[in-house]
């Protein structure tokens, strides 16, 4: 027979325990760590055996874990409490990147300050964007009141515009989308839904008309990739042929040709999946599937245990960007959707991206230590 406080150090060591008293959910830190090591071999091969771009992405990696283990600690009084400022600082970056951002590739998207690495505004957005929306939300009664909604629609569109302007479509669909999600999981009516959907439908021309000519070109070739095979058809024809070509099993780790004889665009960041289809075949796409479906399984479970209102909208639309983010990716690398840009979560080459995922987790991480014990079960 166990004693007493045998059975309490054991119980200490459930997960469940673990997590409300340390913060870190072992759970789910293990299979963010083991997505993460994967996407290191997946670089390691789409770039061409680049050990300084896995190094630095590795490294970007240990950041990251580190800064989720941290920011777990926090307690949600802090949080909540530091959100509007967190988002003010974000929109004074955005606007600094439009003022003196560094450009590259016809875009204007990174800051290089002074004694800090290069980094992307927009990726502290996509946390700090969904926070504040919970934060103004929660102050009120839920469901909102269509004031509410207004000045939290307000709250979405004005960094959207400014990441648009840069421009970078698929990330303003992303930032967007997690706005949406809290407004939505606050108790949005089907009626509004409705109105909300048909008034999207009415805009289309009119974001057709501000789209530049190489976002067109994207939603045309989506339907005919081949109407301009070596122009904006080339990335989806070339990944679909990767995907294609792997078959069950793949040809080999490092030995997909479309990746190595350079014939696919971007493969180490947003088409890094056709990589892993050509070279580990369709079992690698369904290992893939396999570690983001028990991420986001976890991250309901967190979701649904979430003991306040801000707690389980903040929780809750984190998750739903990360889904946004893996339907995307699969959906344009394999031609259902048009080409935004949208790199594949924890396995695609980017620093920032990384960083700012794994700290979403780390507040997710947070919410539940800190709901738990207050709500007086701290053992």
């Not at 009664?141 to 307000?154: C, D, E, M, Q, Y």
């Not at 008034?199 to 021309?205: D, I, N, R, S, W």
């Not at 991480?365 to 800190?370: F, G, K, P, S």
Request: overall charge positive; proline content about 5%.
């Amino acid at each position: 027979m166990l004693t007493a406080a045998e059975t309490g150090q054991f119980e200490s060591f459930r997960p469940k325990r673990f997590a409300q008293r340390y913060g870190l959910d072992p759970f789910l830190g293990f299979m963010l760590l083991l997505t993460s090591c994967f996407g290191l071999l997946v670089l390691y091969s789409a770039s061409g055996q680049n050990e300084y771009m896995v190094i630095r992405q590795a490294a970007h990696v240990v950041v990251g874990l580190g800064l989720m283990a941290l920011v777990s600690q926090v307690r949600r009084e802090v949080i909540i409490q530091l959100t509007p400022v967190v988002f003010l600082v974000a929109i004074l970056l955005l606007v600094a990147v439009l003022l003196f951002g560094v450009g590259a590739k016809g875009a204007q998207r990174w800051l290089d300050l002074p004694g800090l690495p290069r980094f992307q505004p927009s990726e502290l957005m996509k946390l700090a964007l969904p926070a504040m929306v919970a934060w103004w939300l929660t102050r009120h009664p839920l469901p909102p009141r269509h004031s509410h909604l207004l000045i939290a629609a307000v709250m979405l569109v004005i960094p959207v515009g400014l990441i648009a302007k840069q421009p970078d479509l698929g990330t303003s669909i992303i930032i967007a989308g997690s706005g949406f999600f809290v407004i939505f999981l606050a108790g949005l009516s089907w009626r509004i839904l409705g109105a909300l959907f048909a008034a999207g439908l009415a805009a289309l021309p009119v974001l057709w008309s501000v789209m530049h000519e190489y976002q067109r070109a994207r939603v045309l070739t989506l339907f005919d990739p081949q109407s301009d095979p070596l122009g904006a058809g080339w990335n989806t024809i070339q990944a679909m042929t990767a995907l294609g070509s792997g078959g069950l099993m793949g040809k080999g780790y490092a030995a997909g040709t479309q990746a190595q004889l350079k014939f696919l665009p971007e493969s180490h960041t947003d088409f890094i999946v056709a990589v892993i289809g050509e070279e580990l075949g369709f079992l690698g796409i369904c290992l893939v599937i396999l570690m983001y479906g028990l991420i986001l399984g976890r991250c309901l479970l967190l979701t649904s245990r979430a003991e306040t209102h801000f707690g389980r909208l903040f929780c809750g639309s984190i998750t739903m960007t990360f889904f946004v983010y893996v339907f995307v990716n699969l959906g344009m690398v394999s031609g259902v959707l048009p080409v935004v840009g949208v790199p594949l979560p924890l396995i695609s080459y980017g620093g920032t991206s990384i960083v700012s995922l794994l700290v979403g987790f780390g507040l997710m991480m947070a919410m539940q230590r800190t709901n738990r014990v207050l709500s007086g079960d701290s053992s």
